[in-house]
Structure formats: structure tokens, C-alpha cells
Nanobody, 117 residues
């Protein structure tokens, strides 16, 4: 069974950093792009960053220059390094495997990131 497990969230003060991890199990996804998403209370889930199978990256304007997405194909894992965190980054963060622009797996439970001012 294919499964996504996100981890690494927590409570941090504004300006702090966190590194999120996303482990995919059940099959290998080295040939797929992967993406990090987030959903804040009362808002829709939004795409934060993507990384292709060859390592090309793309970011939402709101996180450019602060967040870095990476992946380890050998470990079937994606990461999101978040620096300069702001209170508006508070959300549940999710990852997924992409086919074209679309996430294709059942969403995991996500990991909560809370940034205090």
C-alpha cells in the first residue's frame, strides 16, 4: 500500500527554522515530481513548492527565498527546509507525488507548523 508520512513540524518563533520530511512507501517515486502543500485554518490547501525528478524546483511567491525543497531518491523522501518563518506560514503541511500538475496519492496526515509572533 502506497503511503505518505510527513514529519518535522512543530512550534517555532517568528524568524526560526524547521525542516520537514516526507517519506513515501509502497513504491518508488524517483521518476515523479513531488510537491509540498499547506492548509491554514479556514483556507484551501495551497501548493508551496515542487521538485521534479531531475531536481528542478519551483516555489510559491510567498515562500521564495525562504523555503528550499529537496529530495533523496535513494530514500524515497522529500524535504522542505523552512527558514525565516512567519506567523502566516502557520498551517498543516502535506506532501504528495505529482503526475503533471496533479497530486496522485491519498493525502497523509500532514505535519503541523505553528509560528508564533
Amino acid at each position: 500500500q502506497v503511503q505518505l508520512v510527513e514529519s518535522g513540524g512543530g512550534l517555532v518563533q517568528a524568524g526560526g527554522s524547521l525542516r520537514l520530511s516526507c517519506a513515501a512507501s509502497g513504491r518508488r517515486f524517483s521518476g515523479n515530481a513531488m510537491g509540498w502543500y499547506r492548509q491554514a485554518p479556514g483556507k484551501q490547501r495551497e501548493l508551496v513548492a515542487t521538485i521534479t525528478s531531475t531536481g528542478s524546483t519551483n516555489y510559491a511567491d510567498s515562500v521564495k527565498g525562504r523555503f528550499t525543497i529537496s529530495r533523496d531518491n535513494a530514500e524515497n523522501t522529500a524535504y522542505l527546509q523552512m527558514n525565516g518563518l512567519k506567523p502566516e506560514d502557520t498551517a498543516i503541511y502535506y506532501c504528495n507525488v505529482l503526475l503533471g500538475p496533479r497530486p496522485i496519492l491519498v493525502w497523509g496526515q500532514g505535519t503541523q507548523v505553528t509560528v508564533s509572533s
